[in-house]
């Protein structure tokens, strides 16, 4: 049980941090973080819980990632369920948490999008459902190729959750315009039930797309990484 509080807390780390971020922080008058600064926030999320409970758990944090780390031979099928279940439970946590603290101050309107992921109309730049289909998988392979090859017994030790946290602020960089990026399922899941409506019919896309990359990633790095992988 202690793995799946660790993924618990890991989660809502991540979606109170990286979505607080973007709701609280982005466009506060004046000294607003900007698109700048919610990519660096989601990336130390992730930085600083892998340190602090990924010796605990391996610190996925992710329900895409659990699953790219199985198919590459890194995490027991009998686990993937507990953990994906504790995942979004800590996520839905989370975003409860932000909405009584978003709900604080006057004029808050969930129509605003509370962070959620979309295409077509609710992409913050306006782009299409191909356009979200091809940035989230490609997003999250590449984030599962760089987990794995950082995690390899053969990388330097102790750097991983750097490289990782990185990885997931440049992907922020890149994609935040094309879908407000997901690459999580916890993390889409965690504000798009609170907004309802379009958020909850567009979160399908949020599943499907970054699971299938996470299965593309690990395959990649099982295939360049050879038989000596972790």
Not at 108 to 121: K, Q, R, T
Request: overall charge neutral.
């Amino acid at each position: 049980m202690n793995k799946y509080g660790a993924e618990f807390l890991g989660t809502f780390w991540l979606v109170l941090g990286g979505c607080g971020s973007a709701v609280l922080a982005a466009a506060f008058p004046g000294v607003g973080i900007g698109l700048h600064g919610v990519s660096l926030a989601f990336g130390l999320t992730v930085l600083t819980m892998a340190f602090a409970v990924g010796h605990i758990s391996g610190g996925h944090f992710n329900p895409a990632v659990s699953v790219g780390l199985w198919v590459g031979g890194r995490f027991p099928a009998s686990q993937l369920l507990p953990y994906i279940v504790s995942q979004v439970l800590g996520g839905l946590a989370a975003g409860g948490v932000l909405y009584l603290i978003a709900s604080g101050k006057a004029g808050f309107d969930l129509a605003g999008g509370f962070a959620s992921n979309g295409y077509g109309e609710h992409s913050p730049g306006g782009y299409s459902f191909q356009a979200a289909l091809v940035t989230e998988v490609v997003m999250t392979a590449f984030f599962l190729l760089i987990i794995m090859g950082a995690t390899d017994k053969r990388a330097p030790a102790g750097f991983a959750p750097i490289a990782i946290g990185l990885a997931l602020t440049l992907i922020h960089l890149i994609s935040i315009p094309v879908t407000n990026t997901s690459v999580n399922p916890a993390r889409s899941t965690a504000v798009a039930i609170y907004v309802g409506g379009w958020a909850v019919q567009q979160l399908w896309l949020f599943w499907v797309a970054p699971i299938v990359g996470a299965v593309l990633g690990a395959l990649a790095y099982r295939f360049v990484g050879g038989e000596q992988q972790r």
